[in-house]
C-alpha cells in the first residue's frame, strides 16, 4: 500500500472548547488510484489531507508512505519524504508573486537538488509547463496568468519531483466551469501516469471521475466505495 492512514486522531482547542476535527480514521491508498474525499465544510477532509501530506501532525495514529512512518522520520526526515514523494495542489494557487512561472515550478527541486544542475533543472521545469499547456508562459509572472493558469502552474511545480502521490485541496474551488475542468483533466492525466491522486472536493461532478469516493462527516469516514 503506497499511502496509509491508521487511526488518526486530531483535535485543535479555541478559547471556549476543544473541537475534535478527526475521530479515528483510517484511509489507504494504492499506487496509480485515484480517490476522491468528499462531505460537508467541517468535516475534517481538508485537516486529514494535511495530516497524510506531513503538514499537521496528528495527535495519535500513524501515517504511513511507502511503509515508512511519516511522523516517525522526524521534521527533517518528514520535511525530505515530503519533498521528494509528495506533492499538493491547493485551491488559492500559493504561487510566489515576484518569481515567473517557471521560476515558481522549480522551487521544490531547488529545495531537493539545490542549484548544481540549473540548466537540467530548467529543461524539467519547461517540461512540466508544457505539460499544462504553458509552455508558452514560462516568463509570466502570477498576476499575468488567469486563475486557471495559475493553478496549472501550482499542479506543474507539485509534480515537477514526479511525487509518489498528488494531493489535492478543492483544486477547482476557485475557478469557473471550464477551468476547472481543465484542471481535473490535467490532474487526473497525470494519474494515468502512475502517480497515485487524492483529491478532496464539493464537486460531485469531480469525485465521479475518481476511481473512489471517500465520504466524511463530523471527523469520520461514513462510506468508502
Given at each position: 500500500?503506497?499511502?496509509?492512514?491508521?487511526?488518526?486522531?486530531?483535535?485543535?482547542?479555541?478559547?471556549?472548547?476543544?473541537?475534535?476535527?478527526?475521530?479515528?480514521?483510517?484511509?489507504?491508498?494504492?499506487?496509480?488510484?485515484?480517490?476522491?474525499?468528499?462531505?460537508?465544510?467541517?468535516?475534517?477532509?481538508?485537516?486529514?489531507?494535511?495530516?497524510?501530506?506531513?503538514?499537521?501532525?496528528?495527535?495519535?495514529?500513524?501515517?504511513?508512505?511507502?511503509?515508512?512512518d511519516l511522523y516517525a522520520a522526524g521534521?527533517?526526515?518528514?520535511?525530505?519524504?515530503?519533498?521528494?514523494?509528495?506533492?499538493?495542489?491547493?485551491?488559492?494557487?500559493?504561487?510566489?508573486?515576484?518569481?515567473?512561472?517557471?521560476?515558481?515550478?522549480?522551487?521544490?527541486?531547488?529545495?531537493?537538488?539545490?542549484?548544481?544542475?540549473?540548466?537540467?533543472?530548467?529543461?524539467?521545469?519547461?517540461?512540466?509547463?508544457?505539460?499544462?499547456?504553458?509552455?508558452?508562459?514560462?516568463?509570466?509572472?502570477?498576476?499575468?496568468?488567469?486563475?486557471?493558469?495559475q493553478q496549472r502552474v501550482a499542479i506543474?511545480?507539485?509534480?515537477?519531483?514526479?511525487?509518489?502521490?498528488?494531493?489535492?485541496?478543492?483544486?477547482?474551488?476557485?475557478?469557473?466551469?471550464?477551468?476547472?475542468?481543465?484542471?481535473?483533466?490535467?490532474?487526473?492525466?497525470?494519474?494515468?501516469?502512475?502517480?497515485?491522486?487524492?483529491?478532496?472536493?464539493?464537486?460531485?461532478?469531480?469525485?465521479?471521475?475518481?476511481?473512489?469516493?471517500?465520504?466524511?462527516?463530523?471527523?469520520?469516514?461514513?462510506?468508502?466505495?
Amino acid at each position: 500500500m503506497l499511502l496509509k492512514a491508521e487511526n488518526i486522531h486530531k483535535s485543535y482547542t479555541d478559547t471556549q472548547k476543544r473541537v475534535d476535527v478527526l475521530r479515528g480514521v483510517g484511509l489507504e491508498v494504492a499506487e496509480g488510484a485515484s480517490v476522491a474525499i468528499v462531505g460537508p465544510s467541517g468535516a475534517g477532509k481538508s485537516t486529514l489531507l494535511h495530516v497524510l501530506g506531513g503538514l499537521d501532525a496528528p495527535d495519535a495514529g500513524a501515517v504511513l508512505l511507502g511503509g515508512q512512518d511519516l511522523y516517525a522520520a522526524g521534521d527533517a526526515g518528514r520535511v525530505a519524504l515530503r519533498n521528494r514523494d509528495i506533492g499538493f495542489v491547493f485551491q488559492f494557487y500559493h504561487l510566489l508573486p515576484e518569481f515567473t512561472a517557471l521560476e515558481n515550478v522549480l522551487l521544490p527541486a531547488f529545495v531537493r537538488q539545490g542549484r548544481g544542475r540549473i540548466g537540467a533543472l530548467e529543461e524539467a521545469g519547461r517540461a512540466a509547463l508544457a505539460r499544462v499547456g504553458l509552455a508558452e508562459r514560462a516568463s509570466h509572472k502570477p498576476s499575468q496568468l488567469s486563475g486557471g493558469e495559475q493553478q496549472r502552474v501550482a499542479i506543474a511545480r507539485a509534480v515537477i519531483n514526479r511525487p509518489r502521490v498528488l494531493l489535492c485541496d478543492e483544486p477547482t474551488g476557485n475557478l469557473d466551469s471550464a477551468s476547472g475542468a481543465n484542471v481535473i483533466d490535467i490532474i487526473l492525466g497525470i494519474h494515468t501516469d502512475g502517480q497515485a491522486v487524492v483529491i478532496v472536493t464539493h464537486d460531485e461532478a469531480v469525485a465521479a471521475r475518481c476511481g473512489r469516493i471517500v465520504h466524511m462527516r463530523d471527523g469520520l469516514l461514513t462510506k468508502v466505495k
